[in-house]
Nanobody
């Protein structure tokens, strides 16, 4: 079973920033994509951003492109999501997961971390 640990969530004012972390084993990340999803109350879990571990290629949802940046630290086996210009609409539980290739469909993923709560206040 893949084990992922998300951290870094919190409460921020609109326009503020947070940096989320997703840690997993090197073996898991070495030949996969790592992807952030989020789920707001009453809504479906939605794709946020993804990164290919080997190449560094990234993909972003239209709603966050230009505000969020996904990156990785190979030595720490960790993927980050830098979130700037946060809005109330960004409020959700943020999850990281992994797959051979990036998909924007939550049903294509089998493993999820605990999640970390992000709240953007107005």
């Amino acid at each position: 079973q893949v084990q992922l640990v998300e951290s870094g969530g919190g409460l921020v004012q609109a326009g503020g920033s947070l940096r989320l972390s997703c840690a997993a084993s090197r073996r898991t990340f070495s030949s996969t994509s790592v992807v952030w999803f989020r789920q707001a109350p009453g809504k479906e879990r939605e794709f946020v951003a993804g990164i290919f571990w080997s190449s560094g290629r990234t993909n972003y949802a239209d709603s966050v492109e230009g505000r969020f940046t996904i990156s990785k630290d190979n030595a720490k086996n960790t993927v980050y999501l830098q979130m700037n210009s946060l809005e109330p609409e960004d409020t959700a539980i943020y999850y990281c997961t992994t797959r051979v290739s990036i998909s924007r469909n939550q049903n294509d993923y089998s493993y999820w971390g605990q999640g970390t709560q992000v709240t953007g206040s107005s």
